[in-house]
């Protein structure tokens, strides 16, 4: 792995490539008709205030850092690259597997990038476009080569599923993308990252660490639960996405003729029309696909890209545009030059390799379970213990696969 100190001055730079993507989505769909089941709400107004038609919700068996794991999966198989070959795992994420350690630390661990270093981010339903900016300012700057950075929400965990205000709006989902340096010139070409913490009542989930923690606040929130002033959020979207937009593109010294393709966050498809009419753009420019999925938040993204790519709407060396706003008040906009081909010639090596990365993870994990069991039970000196120790160290060297 290079690291900033080793390139010399004047070096060729370093450009951060999108090689791979991947996502994945519960099974469960739940539509508007089954909503209305049990909260006072109707599929032809979320229709018609929101576009969205059905969500997908995560079984008891599934979370955040499930569903990341296999759009991760999915990525690394597309950019059909090795877990031990990436640097670093962005996992952008509101609704995170613990307060630590982070989810992306699970999902390293799960993938078995035993050389990447991973942390969680949360700029809520722009954390996305944050994650993919970090990650390819580090390629940038040669600190790391390959990155992975996943978008992935288990937002149903977070509802108040007697709001209707609220609970109509969201899905459960995760999307992830391989970046890797490369000498040509594209991928990431400029990025906007703002945000206005004056917002911050708009819209949010007060959890451990707040005041309200401590009944200090008498403002109706509950703990670990949305809330949100839905024609506040509406307006304060509408407005950035157009701005900051334009920004970026101005940034990437391109024009808006230039964009072929606008992936914004999916939260409402009136938003994504008011934002065409300030732009003054065709709105089919626009990739959506919240009728099938709701709001994802940070995975809404990637999970549009991926559906874009595969659909064959995002073609080689064309500009698109990634704009996500959201809690924080937060929002971004990032302009990327695609360079990644159609698809990928695979290994049968490679993808090998990878399941036996995915299995050793595994092994890894429950062998680390059963020591620390012994241990707890027979104390340090246990010969069965040691030996369980000297195996895992071997499993654990098993690092170049
Ligand atoms: N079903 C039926 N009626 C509903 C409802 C629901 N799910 N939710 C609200 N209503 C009712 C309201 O109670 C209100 O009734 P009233 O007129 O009798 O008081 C009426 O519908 C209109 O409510 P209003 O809030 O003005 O609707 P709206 O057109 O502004 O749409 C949102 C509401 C939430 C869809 C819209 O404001 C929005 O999308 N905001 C942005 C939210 C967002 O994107 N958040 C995430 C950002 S990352």
């Known amino acids: 792995m290079p690291t900033a100190g080793n390139r010399k001055a004047g070096a060729t730079p370093f450009y951060a490539h999108i090689v791979g993507w991947g996502m994945a989505v519960p099974e469960t769909v739940m ?8 909260v006072d709400t109707n599929d032809d107004w979320i229709r018609s205030r929101t576009g969205i038609r059905e969500r997908h919700i995560a ?12 759009a991760a999966q999915a990525a690394l198989e597309c950019a059909d690259i ?11 994420t509101s ?7 982070s989810t992306a630390s699970l999902i390293q661990d799960r993938l078995g990038a035993t050389r990447a270093g991973a942390f969680d981010l949360s700029a809520a339903c722009s954390g996305f476009v944050y994650g993919v900016n970090m990650a390819s300012q580090a390629i940038r700057t040669g600190s790391i080569q390959t990155a992975l950075v996943i978008g992935a929400e288990t ?14 709006l969201f899905g459960d989902g995760a999307g992830a993308v391989v970046l890797r340096a490369g000498e040509d010139e594209g991928g990431v070409l400029s990025a906007v990252l703002r945000s206005d913490g004056g917002g911050a009542d708009l819209l949010g989930i007060p959890t451990i660490g707040s005041v309200d923690t401590l009944g ?26 157009g701005e900051s937009i334009l920004q970026a593109v101005d940034l990437a010294g391109i024009t808006m003729n230039e964009l072929r393709l606008i992936v914004p966050h999916q939260a409402n498809e009136r938003i994504i029309q008011a934002a065409a009419r300030h732009l003054k753009i065709d709105p089919t420019l626009f990739v959506t696909n919240l009728d099938r999925y709701g709001n994802t938040s940070a995975a809404s993204i990637p999970i549009a890209l991926c559906e874009a790519v595969q659909t064959g709407r995002v073609k080689m060396g064309e500009h698109l545009a990634f704009v996500g706003f959201g809690g924080g008040l937060t929002w971004a906009s990032m302009i990327v030059k695609w360079s990644a081909p159609q698809s990928v010639d695979q290994t ?8 036996f990365s ?12 059963i020591s620390r069991r012994i241990n707890d039970f027979f104390g340090a000196l246990n010969p069965a213990r040691r030996r369980l120790a000297r195996l895992r160290r071997k499993i654990d060297a098993i690092d170049t696969i």
């Open 31 to 38: 539509t508007n008709d089954d909503l209305a089941t049990f």
């Open 59 to 70: 079984s008891e068996r599934e979370s955040t850092a499930t569903l990341g794991l296999k």
């Open 82 to 92: 090795l877990p031990i070959e990436l640097d670093l795992v962005i996992v952008a």
């Open 95 to 101: 609704t995170p597997e613990n307060i630590f350690p």
């Open 155 to 168: 937002m149903s965990r977070v509802m108040n599923w007697q709001d209707r205000n609220t609970c109509v």
């Open 216 to 241: 200090m606040l008498d403002n109706g929130h509950t703990m670990h639960k949305m809330h949100m002033n839905g024609s506040e959020v509406f307006k304060f979207a509408t407005r950035v996405i």
């Open 348 to 355: 049968l090596l490679k993808r090998q390799r990878r399941q």
């Open 358 to 369: 995915y299995t050793l993870a595994r092994w890894r994990a429950a062998l680390r379970r």
